[in-house]
Nanobody, 122 residues
C-alpha cells in the first residue's frame, strides 16, 4: 500500500529549529517528486518547498527562503524538511506529498500524508 507518513513536529520557541521527516512505503521515493505544504489556521494550504526526483529543489514560498531546506535520503526512502529560525507565522500543519516525475510544480500531487503539527510560540 502506498503511504506517506510525516513526523517530527512539535512546539518550539521563535528562533528554534525542527526537522520534519516524510517516510514513504509501498513505492520507491527516488522516482518521485516530493513537496512540502502547510496549512495554518483560517488560511489556505500553501506550498513550501519541493525536491524533484533528480534532486533539484524549488521554493514555493518566499517566506521560507534561507530558513528551510529540503533534502532526500533515497536509501531510507525518506525526505526531510529542516526548518531553522522559526517564526510564529510558520505555525501550521505540515504535509508532504508525492507525484511521479521530475518537475516541481504546484499541481498533480497524487499522494499525501496525514500531516504533522508545528507550533512556534513563546
Amino acid at each position: 500500500q502506498l503511504q506517506l507518513v510525516e513526523s517530527g513536529g512539535g512546539l518550539v520557541q521563535p528562533g528554534g529549529s525542527l526537522r520534519l521527516s516524510c517516510a514513504a512505503s509501498g513505492f520507491t521515493l527516488a522516482f518521485y517528486t516530493i513537496g512540502w505544504f502547510r496549512q495554518a489556521p483560517w488560511k489556505e494550504r500553501e506550498g513550501v518547498l519541493c525536491i524533484s526526483s533528480s534532486g533539484s529543489a524549488t521554493n514555493y514560498a518566499d517566506s521560507v527562503k534561507g530558513r528551510f531546506t529540503i533534502s532526500r535520503d533515497n536509501a531510507k526512502n525518506t525526505v526531510y524538511l529542516q526548518m531553522n529560525s522559526l517564526k510564529p507565522e510558520d505555525t501550521a500543519v505540515y504535509y508532504c506529498a508525492a507525484k511521479y516525475g521530475s518537475i516541481c510544480h504546484r499541481w498533480d500531487y497524487n499522494y499525501w500524508g496525514q500531516g504533522t503539527q508545528v507550533t512556534v510560540s513563546s
